[in-house]
């Protein structure tokens, strides 16, 4: 599995998207089960999953996976399309 | 002291139960194949006070959390509950009744053998729906019976049965867990003259409380009204409480003997609240509610609601989480599939915030199951081959 299939895997678990409705374009404001404790699972999945720890800000600050795949990429973790 | 009564003598001898109720001396009424040794129900029989080692009779339950407990009910309290429950049933027209769980269990005990024998009706014995063949015979041979089943036994029922029509069969009662709401119009296709009711009470009862006829509500978690005489309540904290005229009088756990004074107000191990009209609705078992993250979780709701949206069964195992918050996890039967667990998924998502959503969604083929019908929590925890469909990050 690729990076990028992770990070699809992580997202649709962490916010019981259904397959379909994923994209890697998703903003937050477009996931209704992203909210504050999203956040946090969404952090701790990214750290058991790619072993890179989101800081606080980093994590609270994400409005979407393009920020969240960016964030990725400058860590070296290929998750771009 | 009082004396041991296996079911497995009563089995081959009926009488053996009649010879016991008749006599003077308590009485246990136990499964040999128990979660406690002879020897624990043989000192706590010898630990009840001098009043009541006479005209008594003791049941063994487990309740909620797996600990035995001896439950005490006076023969007389019985009878008038027996008497009680003939009339509010309406089973005036009923001929004979067909067991289908294990006499020891109190509602088979109270409502069936005892009903029967106050009031000359016929006691048709099976082996329960282990031997589905031999339940059909039955079933296909009765005349005007009553049957009184656990919940869970719907589904078993319908899977054996749901196909079949027995018009012999004018009384269903349910009772032991949730009412099978879903399974209704199969009850009915089943059974097609019988009326259905949900029964509600517990061990300490004795063991009905509340009753409703299946029409006369829409959810699982409708009670009823409390039965004439019996009074329900709720504390601060949601626990649901009875009074009644026919509980028993004590019981026996491992911390010795506790008496149950009259008018003393008992709890179900439920957590209920008042609904409209009198009727009183089910919120869970108490300990099924905990606080995760701040939110007030009841694992029954969460459970009731994947059934609305889940062809099997469903339960659960309550399991904390890594930073030690309490959880659990959600254990489906059969395997679903993966459109299926997604579908789950879906419902979670569409009703609960994530504190109430389960650790995993696990599947399982079938739950395992206690001799009264009821799943086996302590076995399900134990199992620990379940596969995982999903996991909370």
């Known amino acids: 599995m690729t990076d990028r299939e992770r990070l699809k895997a992580l997202l649709i678990d962490t916010f019981l998207l259904d397959p379909e409705e994923f994209s890697f374009d998703l903003r937050r404001a477009q996931v209704d089960t992203w909210d504050s404790l999203g956040v946090v699972s969404l952090a701790v999945g990214v750290e058991q999953t790619f072993g890179y720890h989101l800081t606080p800000e980093e994590a609270m600050s994400l409005d979407g996976v393009p920020a969240l795949v960016a964030i990725l990429q400058r860590e070296g973790i290929s998750c771009g399309g | ?393």
Request: hydrophobic share 40%; net charge neutral; with cysteine.
């Open chain 2, 1 to 393: 002291m009082g004396s041991l009564l296996f079911d497995d003598e009563v089995a081959s001898d009926l009488d053996r139960l009649e010879a016991a109720w008749q006599a003077a001396e308590t009485f246990a009424f136990v499964p040999r194949k128990g979660p406690v040794a002879p020897s624990w129900i043989e000192q706590a029989l010898a630990s009840l006070p001098g009043s009541l080692q006479q005209g008594h009779f003791a049941l063994l339950t487990s309740g909620s959390t797996g600990a035995p407990k001896l439950v005490v009910g006076a023969r007389s309290r019985a009878e008038q509950l027996a008497r009680l429950l003939h009339e509010v049933q309406h089973s005036e027209p009923v001929t004979e009744t067909v067991v289908l769980l294990p006499l020891t269990y109190c509602y088979a005990l109270v409502n069936q053998w005892l009903w029967a024998r106050l009031f000359g009706r016929a006691l048709r014995m099976t082996t329960g729906l282990g031997d589905p063949a031999a339940v059909r015979r039955t079933l296909d041979g009765a005349r005007d019976a009553m049957l009184c089943l656990v919940g869970a036994q719907a589904q078993l029922l319908a899977r054996h049965f749901g196909q079949e029509a027995f018009g012999g069969v004018i009384r269903v009662h349910f009772a032991g867990g949730p009412f099978p709401q879903r399974e209704l119009p199969t009850i009915h296709r089943m059974f097609p003259r019988a009326q259905v009711y949900n029964n509600y009470g517990c061990a300490e009862a004795m063991p009905r409380l509340a009753l409703r006829r299946a029409e006369d509500g829409a959810s699982p978690a409708d009670l009823g009204a409390p039965l004439p005489g019996i009074e329900l309540q709720c504390d601060q904290t949601g626990r649901l409480l009875f009074r009644s005229p026919f509980a028993a009088v004590g019981f026996v756990d491992e911390q010795g003997f506790h008496a149950l004074p009259p008018g003393a107000l008992v709890p179900t191990g439920d957590l209920g609240r008042p609904g409209p009209a009198g009727r009183w609705l089910l919120d869970g078992r108490d300990g099924e509610v905990f606080k995760r993250y701040g939110e007030k979780v009841a694992v029954s709701a969460v459970v009731g609601k994947v059934l609305e949206h889940w062809r099997g069964e469903a339960s659960y195992v309550p399991t904390p989480d890594a930073l030690g918050e309490p959880g659990y996890v959600l254990v489906l039967a059969p395997v679903p599939s993966e459109d299926e667990a997604r579908q789950v998924l879906r419902t979670l998502r569409a009703h609960f915030p994530r504190p109430h959503w389960p650790l995993r969604l696990e599947g399982l083929p079938a739950l395992p199951r206690l001799d009264n019908g009821k799943v086996d929590r302590v076995g399900l925890a134990a199992i620990g081959e379940r596969s995982v469909h999903w996991r909370q990050r």
